[in-house]
């Protein structure tokens, strides 16, 4: 093999996983706001360090002992992959918000808890949804009277973690699956 070769290859499998489904990967990311170009960014290239980590490992001939551990490694990655969709859709249902509250695009992160006065004031007003409250503050420029900015960090932190977590284990899932199908 012919040095960089294993890079060049690492980056077209990369590149490829996220351009296979449409832009899935990209679409899901958090909202822009939460800085979502860094999140992909960083993403992409922990996905490279993973496969070439995962390629570094299988420089010998594969043994069907070795193919098995392979795909039970991928299986591992499978079930973590469905567990961090479900956490990340959890936490991006839970932590993101539309505005204005007719909107059904949730652009804008919130926070992980609400201040004591908006607790109050959604407490007195069961019915309002996140958009509603922050519309009762008076909008976008007054979300930090809704959620203290230490939560706003706190829940873009959060989405960012998640988003990576799933896009790794989604990525060391199917690198698994190639090293134990596409190897010799």
Do not use: H
Not at 49 to 58: C, D, E, K, R, T
């Amino acid at each position: 093999m012919k040095r960089g070769s294993a890079l060049e290859w690492g980056v077209k499998i990369v590149t490829g996983l996220f351009a296979l489904f449409g832009g899935f990967l990209t679409f899901i990311a958090p909202p822009e706001e939460s800085n979502s170009r860094f999140a992909v960014g960083l993403a992409s290239f922990l996905a490279l360090g993973v496969l070439l980590l995962i390629s570094a490992l299988v420089k010998r001939p594969l043994t069907k002992r070795s193919r098995r551990r392979w795909i039970a490694a991928a299986v591992v990655f499978l079930v973590l992959a469905l567990g961090a969709s479900l956490a990340y859709r959890w936490n991006l249902d839970r932590l993101t918000f539309p505005f204005p509250p007719e909107s059904t695009r949730a652009d804008y992160v919130a926070g992980t808890r609400l201040t004591p006065d908006a607790q109050k004031y959604l407490e007195d007003n069961p019915g309002k949804t996140a958009s509603g409250v922050l519309a009762d503050y008076g909008g976008l420029e007054n979300r930090e009277m809704v959620w203290p900015p230490d939560a706003i960090r706190s829940a873009r932190l959060l989405l960012l973690v998640n988003y990576i977590g799933l896009v790794l284990s989604m990525a060391a899932a199917i690198f698994c699956l190639t090293e134990s199908v596409l190897s010799k």
